[in-house]
Nanobody
Framework: QVQLVESGGGLVQPGGSLRLSCAASGSNLWIGTMGWYRQAPGKERELVATITRGGNTNYADSVKGRFTISRDNTKNTVYLQMNSLKPEDTAVYYC?????????????WGHGTQVTVSS
């Protein structure tokens, strides 16, 4: 069984920073692209950033220059450093991973972590 567990969400003032972490656990894992998505109330889930196993990154235009995605392949962990946070960044943030396990490639999601940007 594969689990993705997020941490690091919380309440922060506009202009502040937060760092999210997501660790994948399970046996016989080979993890490909990992990423972060978010869903605000009343809106659809949207891509925030992705990173390939080799370190190539992709960002939503709304977070470019403010957010940085990184990963540690030895720990099966992906991070999202969020700076200069805005109220519109308020959402539940979900971790995603493409995982190859026993010859089967599948998508996995974390349960989400709340990020609230408010004064």
């Amino acid at each position: 069984q594969v689990q993705l567990v997020e941490s690091g969400g919380g309440l922060v003032q506009p202009g502040g920073s937060l760092r999210l972490s997501c660790a994948a656990s399970g046996s016989n894992l080979w993890i490909g692209t990992m990423g972060w998505y978010r869903q605000a109330p009343g809106k659809e889930r949207e891509l925030v950033a992705t990173i390939t196993r080799g370190g190539n990154t992709n960002y939503a235009d709304s977070v470019k220059g403010r957010f940085t995605i990184s990963r540690d392949n030895t720990k099966n962990t992906v991070y999202l450093q969020m700076n200069s946070l805005k109220p519109e960044d308020t959402a539940v943030y979900y971790c995603h991973a493409n995982v190859l396990r026993f010859g089967v490639l599948d998508d996995y999601w974390g349960h989400g972590t709340q990020v609230t940007v408010s004064s």
